[in-house]
């Protein structure tokens, strides 16, 4: 089993809807999470971090689940411009590298 | 604006041959990593260093060494390239040093698209 999993979509989703998607992380010890973004023929760029809480920014909502070890992204009001890998990355307690999923393609069509 | 820049976008070499893959930086970063990305398979950490003349194993180091002679730079080489080494290969860096703050954001370059044939 790996130890970061995503579904690697792609998702294909109209404009102005809401997309949801989630990632799985075997090692329960984890401790810090993110999302990245990487759009197509680039490098990946910072979307945000996942906070115990949940955190927003914008269209943007992030959460942890602990119990069952996964993280989430939901877009709001999808534009154009959110096509694009999500990358789901976790560092564990015990291991101080970060380890990234393979991503989740999301298409937004008009 | 922060800024990672490496050597060559697209690099065609043969079997066997040494490789070099230059990386800089111009944050004042101190860590800096080197990965490779695969289809399917996710950013694999291939060495690291979070100072000068230091380096530190990833995943995957066989068939790699690096170069941090300055702060700003980071080289990965190829001793004696081989086919599945064909890959996209991807520079970082970020805050924080050998606190080993790693929740600090990782900045990329654009990234090296190696063929090896």
């Known amino acids: 089993r790996k130890e970061v999993e995503q579904d690697p979509g792609p998702f294909n989703v109209p404009e102005g809807a809401t997309v949801a998607f989630n990632c799985t992380y075997s090692?329960?010890?984890?401790?810090?999470f993110f999302w990245y973004r990487q759009d197509c023929r680039k490098e990946p760029k910072l979307l945000m971090s996942?906070?115990?809480?949940?955190n927003e920014d914008g269209r943007f909502t992030a959460q942890l689940n602990r119990a069952s070890q996964y993280i989430s992204l939901l877009i709001r009001d999808s534009k154009l411009s959110d096509s694009a890998t999500y990358l789901c990355?976790?560092?564990?307690?015990?291991?101080?590298?970060?380890?990234w999923g393979a991503g989740t393609k999301l298409i937004i069509k008009p | 604006d922060v800024k990672v820049t490496q050597s060559s976008r697209y690099l065609v070499k043969r079997t066997g041959e040494k490789v070099f893959l230059e990386c800089v930086q111009d944050?004042?970063?101190?860590?800096m990593f080197w990965y490779r990305q695969d289809p399917g398979l996710g950013l694999r950490l291939i060495y690291f260093?979070?100072?000068?003349?230091?380096?530190e194993k990833g995943d995957i180091p066989e068939g790699y060494s690096v170069s941090r002679e300055k702060k700003e730079r980071f080289s990965l080489i190829l001793e004696s390239a081989s086919t599945n080494q064909t890959s996209m290969y991807l520079c970082?860096?970020?805050?924080?040093?050998?606190?080993?703050?790693?929740?600090?954001?990782?900045?990329f370059g654009p990234g090296t698209r190696l063929t090896v044939l």
């Open positions: 944050m004042d970063h101190e860590n």
């Open positions: 996942v906070y115990s809480s949940g």
């Open positions: 090692n329960s010890a984890s401790q810090s």
């Open positions: 970082a860096s970020s805050s924080g040093g050998a606190s080993f703050r790693v929740d600090n954001e990782q900045f």
């Open positions: 260093s979070y100072d000068v003349k230091m380096k």
């Open positions: 990355v976790v560092r564990s307690d015990s291991n101080y590298q970060l380890i």
